[in-house]
């Protein structure tokens, strides 16, 4: 059986925030850990029937480029929801919401 490993190295400071995160993985196509500023990883319980989720982010993470962060994400699970299940009206919901949430950015990026 064919193994995969995902690795994430957080450095925080005195207050527990973290300043440096940076990931590494088996399958990425360049060799050695990239830093990254933000992740987001949901993972499913089977026996509590419920998700967990890590939520970390540089503190100079952008305010603008989390907001973008989190709509791509949720672009990626309306993918996700299709690929997996062949709902096509979450998926679309879910994109509909994504370009609602693009909008309200670019109209805050105006003001």
């Not at 059986?1 to 400071?13: A, E, G, H, R």
């Not at 850990?33 to 989720?53: G, H, V």
């Not at 699970?77 to 919401?97: R, V």
């Amino acid at each position: 059986m064919k193994k995969s490993k995902i690795n994430f190295d957080i450095s925080l400071d005195k207050d527990n925030i973290p300043e440096k995160i940076m990931w590494d993985a088996t399958e990425k196509p360049e060799d050695g850990p990239e830093e990254t500023s933000a992740i987001n990883i949901s993972l499913w319980d089977p026996n509590m029937r419920n998700t967990m989720r890590i939520d970390l982010w540089t503190k100079e993470m952008p305010v603008d480029e989390m907001k973008r962060f989190y709509i791509d994400c949720l672009g990626g699970m309306a993918q996700s929801i299709l690929n997996s299940t062949g709902d096509e009206f979450m998926a679309s919901e879910m994109n509909n919401l994504c370009d609602k949430l693009v909008e309200h950015v670019k109209k805050e990026a105006n003001s």
